[in-house]
C-alpha cells in the first residue's frame, strides 16, 4: 500500500514524534510511505528511518499570507463569522494537491484539525483518493478552541474522510455523531527499550511543551510549593511560554527544586525516565498523554490531572492517580503520600508496567494495517 502521512510540522512534540513513528513502523512491515511536512520547513527532531520518503514539495508560508492570516482572525473577533481555511494555508494546500496528484497514493492521512480543514478541497480535485482524518486533541478542544475560527471546513472535512481516527472512548462516541466510519486507536510507545526505575531517587519527572495554559505550568508551581522539600522536579521540553514559567521559578523563589533540562532525544529520555520516581501531568487538556505511557514503561507512578487523555490512559484511576477538578490540595496529598512510602511506589509501578504494554508498536501497528486496508 502506498501511503503519505501529512502533518503541520515534524519537529519537537508528541504529535511529530507518534506521526514519525507510525510511519518508520509502516515501512518496516513493507508498507511504502512517504511523510510531508505541510510547513515546508522540513525540521525533523526525530529520527525517520531511510525507507520513508520525504519530498520537498511544500513550500512555507509567505509573509504576506501569515499577514492575511492575522487580518482574517481579527475579523473572525470582530463579527465571528467562520473562515475558510484556504485563506489561511492556499498555496500549501495546492502544494499538497498537485503532490498527491503525481503521485497515485492508496490513503492519505493528514494529522490534527487544520490538516482536516483542508479535506474538502482535496476531495474536489482528486476525489477517489482515501483519506484518514486523525484526530490527536479530544473533540471539545477542537470544537470549543482550536477549530472555531474555521470550524465549517473542520467539520466538513470530518464528514468527507473516509476514516476518522481518534484516541479516546469518550471522542469516539463524539467523532461518530460527525461520521459513522470513526475509529478508536492508541499512541503507540514511542520509546524503544525503555529502562526500569529502582524508585529511589528524589526526582519527580514532568515532560511536555513548556504552554503554560495547556500544560498547567502555573499549577506546576504551586504543587512544587507543597512537596517535600529534598525532592526536585526535573523539568523537560521547550515551548513559547518558558521564559515566563522561569520568571514564575524565580518569582516563588523555587530555583532549588526545579531542574529545567530543555527537549531531550530518545537515549536521553529513556535515562531520565529511569532517574525518576514519579511521574506527574498538570495538563488542563489532554487528547493522549504520549509521555505518560512512556512515563509507565519505565515503571514510574503516575499522578495526573483528569482530562480525556489521562483517565483513558489510566482507565478512570485503575493504573495511577486521577485528580479531579484541578485540585492542588488532593494533588499534593498523593505526592507526599508517594514521596514518603516506596512501598506505594513500588504499587503503581506495577500497575503501570502492566497498562504500558497496551501500548506496544505491534499491536497498534496491526490496528492501523487493519483499519487502512479496510478502507
Not at 115 to 133: D, F, G, R, S
Not at 134 to 142: K, L, P, T
Not at 257 to 280: C, M, T, V, W
Request: hydrophobic share 40%.
Amino acid at each position: 500500500m502506498k501511503i503519505c502521512i501529512t502533518n503541520m510540522g515534524f519537529g519537537l512534540g508528541g504529535v511529530e514524534r507518534v506521526a514519525i513513528q507510525i510511519a518508520n513502523s509502516l515501512c518496516d512491515k513493507g508498507e511504502d510511505v512517504t511523510l510531508i511536512d505541510f510547513s515546508g520547513k522540513y525540521d525533523f527532531f526525530y529520527h525517520v528511518e531511510d525507507k520513508v520518503k520525504i519530498p520537498k514539495d511544500i513550500k512555507p508560508r509567505t509573509f504576506s499570507r501569515k499577514l492575511i492570516k492575522r487580518a482574517f482572525y481579527f475579523k473572525y473577533r470582530l463579527n465571528k463569522n467562520p473562515i475558510s481555511i484556504l485563506d489561511i494555508y492556499k498555496e500549501q494546500t495546492f502544494d499538497l494537491i498537485n503532490h498527491l496528484q503525481k503521485n497515485s497514493y492508496d490513503v492519505l492521512i493528514l494529522c490534527q484539525n487544520t490538516l482536516t480543514a483542508v479535506i474538502p478541497t482535496i476531495k474536489e480535485y482528486i476525489p477517489e483518493l482515501k483519506i484518514v482524518a486523525w484526530q490527536h486533541n479530544s473533540y471539545d478542544v477542537y470544537m470549543e478552541n482550536y477549530c472555531k475560527e474555521f470550524i465549517i471546513d473542520y467539520k466538513k472535512g470530518l464528514e468527507l474522510a473516509d476514516l476518522v481516527v481518534c484516541l479516546t472512548n469518550a471522542d469516539l462516541t463524539n467523532f461518530k455523531k460527525i461520521n459513522s466510519n470513526s475509529k478508536k486507536i492508541y499512541n503507540p510507545l514511542t520509546l524503544n527499550n525503555p529502562k526500569l526505575s529502582k524508585l529511589d531517587n528524589k526526582n519527580i519527572i514532568f515532560v511536555g511543551r513548556l504552554s503554560m495554559e495547556q500544560k498547567g505550568l502555573d499549577y506546576l508551581i504551586k504543587i512544587a510549593k507543597l512537596i517535600n522539600s529534598e525532592w526536585k522536579i526535573i523539568v523537560v521540553g521547550k515551548g513559547d511560554d518558558e521564559k515566563s514559567f522561569r520568571t514564575l521559578i524565580k518569582n516563588q523563589n523555587l530555583e532549588k527544586k526545579f531542574i529545567l533540562k530543555g527537549p531531550l532525544q530518545h537515549d536521553e529520555l529513556r535515562n531520565l525516565y529511569a532517574e525518576g520516581s514519579i511521574f506527574i501531568s498538570t495538563s488542563r487538556w489532554e487528547g493522549f498523554g504520549l509521555v505518560i505511557t512512556e512515563a509507565m514503561a519505565s515503571g514510574l507512578p503516575i499522578v495526573s490531572f483528569d482530562n480525556f487523555g489521562p483517565k483513558e490512559i489510566l482507565r478512570e484511576g485503575e493504573f495511577g492517580v486521577l485528580i479531579k477538578k484541578y485540585n492542588i490540595e488532593e494533588f499534593k496529598y498523593y505526592i507526599n503520600e508517594l514521596v514518603s512510602d516506596i512501598s506505594k511506589r513500588k504499587e503503581l509501578q506495577y500497575k503501570s508496567l502492566i497498562r504500558a504494554k497496551d501500548f506496544a508498536i505491534d499491536n497498534i501497528i496491526n490496528e492501523w494495517l487493519e483499519h487502512l486496508y479496510s478502507i
